[in-house]
């Protein structure tokens, strides 16, 4: 079992910065990768940001690239989110998930993931 809690989020005026955290216990955080994934009201959930594998190789969606950065510590056993110049459209769910770096194989993909947190909310204001 992995158990995962997002912390960080709330209001930012558009431009403005936030990070999100999630930290992870159970396991060997180093084994899993770790994806960021945000719903939208009346949207689906999207892929943001992913971090894993022996090399820690980042993804972003196209959206983000350029203004987040996804980051981890293994010594915090913490994954981070860092969001700048936030848009309105940014707004959302943020949902930290977590996968063994030997079972996922699309990163992207939700259903890759068998470790979930609860959830932060993300609202920019314009």
């Known amino acids: 079992q992995v158990q995962l809690v997002e912390s960080g989020g709330g209001l930012a005026q558009a431009g403005g910065s936030l990070r999100l955290s999630c930290a992870a216990s159970?396991?060997?955080?180093?084994?899993?990768?770790f994806t960021w994934f945000r719903q939208a009201p009346a949207k689906e959930r999207e892929f943001v940001a992913t971090?894993?594998?022996?090399?820690?190789?980042?993804n972003y969606s196209d959206s983000v690239k350029g203004r987040f950065t996804i980051s981890r510590d293994n010594a915090k056993n913490t994954v981070y989110l860092q969001m700048n110049s936030l848009k309105p459209g940014d707004t959302a769910v943020y949902y930290c998930?977590?996968?063994?770096?030997?079972?996922?194989?699309?990163?992207?993909?939700?259903?890759?993931?068998?470790?979930w947190g609860q959830g932060t909310q993300v609202t920019v204001s314009s």
């Open positions: 998930a977590a996968g063994h770096r030997k079972l996922v194989t699309i990163t992207t993909r939700q259903s890759e993931y068998g470790y």
């Open positions: 159970g396991r060997t955080f180093s084994n899993y990768v």
């Open positions: 971090i894993g594998g022996s090399l820690d190789i980042t």
